[in-house]
């Protein structure tokens, strides 16, 4: 299964940062409390960091937002998300294979990472969930045709 295609089946959930319309972004200059209320009001776990809304300068996660919070206390709420953030964002495209991006998640230990174009504008973002629910989709239908070989059907 490609990325294209765990974009296209995220499409008709009606989930946020799933079309180039609605995909949540948030500026640099914002803060971690600006942060962490847009994770908590669309119920996701991070939130791609970008000034124009297209193109990705890091990325803000649940993760970080507590590991701030455990090592500086509250008053880091106050704090722009540039200052914290994860710069170095891991990004992939449409055609990218989504086992192959599973396995990046998996072994660099990030659950989210933004689709983007030739010219790096964003298209989308996948999470670690939406690979494996793709991933659980393959396998099914797999079986289902090797249960039709085997059955002669």
Request: hydrophobic share 40%; net charge negative; with cysteine.
């Amino acid at each position: 299964m490609l990325v294209k295609q765990l974009l296209s089946m995220k499409s008709t959930s009606g989930k946020p940062g799933i079309e180039a319309q609605t995909m949540l972004t948030i500026r640099a200059d914002a803060t971690l409390a600006d942060a962490a209320a847009l994770l908590a009001k669309h119920g996701v776990g991070a939130v791609v960091v970008s000034d124009d809304g297209r193109t990705p300068q890091g990325i803000l996660s649940e993760r970080d937002v507590v590991h701030q919070l455990g090592t500086h206390g509250a008053g880091v709420l106050s704090q722009p998300i540039g200052q914290v953030m994860t710069r170095s964002v891991q990004t992939c495209t449409m055609g990218d294979d989504a086992l192959d991006i599973l396995e990046r998640m998996t072994h660099g230990r990030f659950r989210h990472m933004p689709v983007v174009d030739d010219t790096g504008a964003m298209l989308g973002v996948v999470s670690i969930g939406d690979a494996v629910s793709g991933r659980l989709k393959e396998l099914a239908a797999e079986k289902e045709a090797l249960t039709g070989m085997i059955m002669g059907s």
